[in-house]
């Protein structure tokens, strides 16, 4: 992984830390590094955001490594925090005991290590080897190879450190203290929801259960093999999506043409969408760029009546949006269904290249998926960062 020296004044360490700013990761995003090290025998420090409050730059499950040489991956605030972190990982890697700290801005000592935004974050800290953690490279296998996995940590009480890999089909270890149904049920919610959180299990308020969930990538269909499908194929490759390229056409629909696409598909889009509708999750976003009647009413007709889609979109022009909405509504389709179609696709940015274009899609798709308007932040009021809603 590529990454920037960071100048050690910044850190507040010696010019000996080697920091790798990775831009601030999920475990998912350092796993690679980690892994190498517990290959090798050597042991690591993870720290994990657990929980937020107020406005921070980094959501639950943003991750840092410290490796054994001492070196730094990632971030976890952006750099408001890391310095302190990074202290505490060293600890951890000597004593080999977890910990749960916290920080947040301090009015009264400005200077006190804190979040200079104004918000709080909850970062657990522990030690990552073959002896702490033998199950990783089984969890590792997994998550590359794009199937479920959650790992449940516990952070507090007598059970502290403590973890089990869970899957669909059940968890790998036992916990203890007969939690292990209890955190098997919500393992699996927290996959279903595509998002980690954290649990104080009823009868157990003295224990804190992080969830660091590992869904399969979300799927980005894109219907239509034009220019504006490799621009958006590379943005969506970007923001994680599993990105699908369909189009009946099979001159157009060529893996050489979009080479950083997933899959290219050579079929009529409304029969692969049908054919495909049980592999969809409530994190799938359809784009349909052909703008030809022909290929969008039918794959429209399919896509609207899917209520599991986060978000589906169109595009055309103002008057083959508003010809396209009547022919769907003599399909049959519900206003409820036809509300759910964006159409003309994307934000009003003032798009006009296929680049443009395809970040106009995704940042309405990130709006939508974030529950958030769109518009300017200048003059606006309450948090810039928060919590996405669940799915």
Not at 27 to 38: A, D, K, T
Not at 44 to 58: G, K
Not at 341 to 360: F, Q, R, V
Request: overall charge negative; some cysteine.
């Amino acid at each position: 992984m590529v990454g920037l020296e960071q100048d050690p004044s910044v850190n507040c360490h010696n010019g000996d830390t080697k920091w790798i700013d990775c831009g601030g990761e999920s475990m998912r995003e350092v796993l690679g590094e980690l892994y190498g090290w517990w290959e090798r025998g050597e042991s690591a420090v993870l720290a994990s955001v657990v929980a937020t409050s107020s406005s921070t730059p980094r959501s639950s499950g943003a991750a840092m490594l410290v490796g054994p040489g001492g070196e730094a991956i990632g971030s976890i605030s952006g750099g408001c925090v890391e310095g302190a972190v990074y202290d505490a990982a060293l600890e951890v890697m000597t004593s080999g005991e977890p910990r749960l700290e916290q920080y947040g801005f301090n009015n009264e000592n400005f200077f006190a290590v804190g979040l200079a935004c104004g918000g709080s974050v909850e970062v657990f800290i522990r030690l990552v080897n073959r002896a702490s953690f033998p199950d990783l490279a089984s969890m590792a296998a997994d998550i590359d190879a794009g199937r479920p996995v959650c790992v449940a940590t516990v952070m507090s009480g007598d059970l502290a450190g403590r973890h089990s890999v869970i899957r669909p089909t059940g968890a790998c270890r036992s916990i203890g203290g007969g939690l292990d149904d209890t955190l098997t049920a919500e393992a699996l919610r927290m996959l279903a929801a595509g998002r980690p959180g954290t649990l104080t299990p009823d009868g157990r308020p003295d224990v804190t259960v992080f969830f660091e969930s590992f869904p399969p990538p979300p799927r980005m269909l894109i219907f239509g093999a034009v220019d504006f499908a490799a621009a958006l194929a590379q943005t969506g490759k970007f923001l994680g999506y599993r990105v699908t390229i369909c189009d009946a056409r099979a001159i157009f629909a060529t893996p050489a043409r979009f080479p950083v696409a997933d899959e290219v598909v050579v079929d009529w889009p409304h029969r692969y969408l049908a054919m495909e509708a049980s592999h969809l999750d409530a994190r799938s976003v359809v784009c349909v760029l052909t703008h030809d009647e022909k290929f969008d009413i039918p794959l429209l007709n399919v896509a609207l009546r899917l209520p599991q889609l986060a978000y589906i979109g169109a595009m055309g022009s103002r008057r083959t949006a508003a010809d396209r909405l009547t022919q769907l509504s003599k399909e049959g389709l519900t206003p409820t269904e036809i509300d759910r179609l964006s159409t003309p696709i994307g934000l009003d940015l003032g798009s006009s290249s296929p680049e443009e274009t395809a970040i106009s899609i995704a940042a309405e798709i990130i709006a939508i998926r974030s529950g958030r308007s769109a518009g300017r932040l200048t003059g606006g009021t309450g948090p810039i960062h928060r919590e996405r809603p669940a799915p």
